[in-house]
C-alpha cells in the first residue's frame, strides 16, 4: 500500500493554471496505477484522470479533456495534475489516488490522499 500527500491547491482566477503534485511513499509506487478524483461540496467525488504504471496509458473525463494533463515521475515517486484554462466549475477538493490494478483506478482505487482545495474564482 501506499501513502499520498496532495499538494498545489489555492485560489486562482478563470482562464489560470494549476499543477497539483502527489508524493507517495512505500513500496513498489512505480507498479500502481495512479488517478486523480475531485468533489464538490454536496456532490460525489468523480473520476478526473487516471495513468498507468506500465506503458503511461491515461484516460481522461470528458469534462477535462484537452485542459487537463496526467503524468508520473517514478524516480521522484510524484504524480502530477496540471490543469490550465481554469473554469468556476473546476472548483473543488482534488484527491490523488493509487492501486496496483488498473481497472479499479477508474472507480474505487484502494489507497486516497487527504485532498487539495482547488477554488476559481470568475
Known amino acids: 500500500q501506499v501513502q499520498l500527500v496532495e499538494s498545489g491547491g489555492g485560489l486562482v482566477q478563470a482562464g489560470g493554471s494549476l499543477r497539483l503534485s502527489c508524493a507517495a511513499s512505500?513500496?513498489?509506487?512505480?507498479?500502481?496505477?495512479l488517478g486523480w478524483f475531485r468533489q464538490e461540496p454536496g456532490k460525489e467525488r468523480e473520476f478526473v484522470a487516471a495513468?498507468?504504471?506500465?506503458?503511461?496509458?491515461?484516460v481522461y473525463a470528458d469534462s477535462v479533456k484537452g485542459r487537463f494533463t496526467i503524468s508520473r515521475d517514478n524516480a521522484k515517486n510524484t504524480v502530477y495534475l496540471q490543469i490550465t484554462s481554469l473554469k468556476p466549475e473546476d472548483t473543488a477538493v482534488y484527491y490523488c489516488?493509487?492501486?496496483?490494478?488498473?481497472?479499479?483506478?477508474?472507480?474505487?482505487?484502494?489507497?486516497w490522499g487527504q485532498g487539495t482545495q482547488v477554488t476559481v474564482s470568475s
Open positions: 489516488a493509487a492501486d496496483p490494478r488498473w481497472p479499479r483506478i477508474l472507480t474505487t482505487p484502494r489507497s
Open positions: 512505500g513500496r513498489a509506487f512505480s507498479t500502481y496505477a
Open positions: 495513468i498507468s504504471w506500465s506503458n503511461g496509458n491515461t
